[in-house]
């Protein structure tokens, strides 16, 4: 896949597909200063989208200012499911459409 742009939030991430050696001991990373998201470039494609998914959960509650929390109550959980839904499923369209090119 290519690198792409997502809007996340009130921010522009790009999302970089890179060597292992760069992200080592990781499939992904989500860096909050620069935006941007980084994704291992030989998984499985079922895989990436996963852990593009997670880190994309990561950037989001870094725009909720909970970048540093690391408890979340059940009702947490429910409440950022419950906003974010629909922004998580828009950007996971664009994610398919990307990997479509």
Do not use: S
């Amino acid at each position: 896949m290519k690198d792409f742009k997502v809007r996340i939030g009130n921010y522009t991430w790009t999302v970089k597909f890179v060597n292992q050696k760069d992200i080592p001991g990781n499939n992904g990373e989500a860096h909050y200063l620069t935006q941007t998201i980084y994704l291992r470039n030989d998984m499985p494609p079922l895989a990436t989208r996963n852990v593009f998914i997670h880190e994309v959960v990561h950037a989001l509650l870094g725009t909720q200012g909970r970048i540093f929390q690391k408890r979340y109550t059940e009702e947490d959980i429910c409440e950022f499911i419950a906003w974010r839904f629909n922004e998580i499923q828009d950007i996971i369209e664009m994610y398919e459409r990307n990997e479509k090119q």
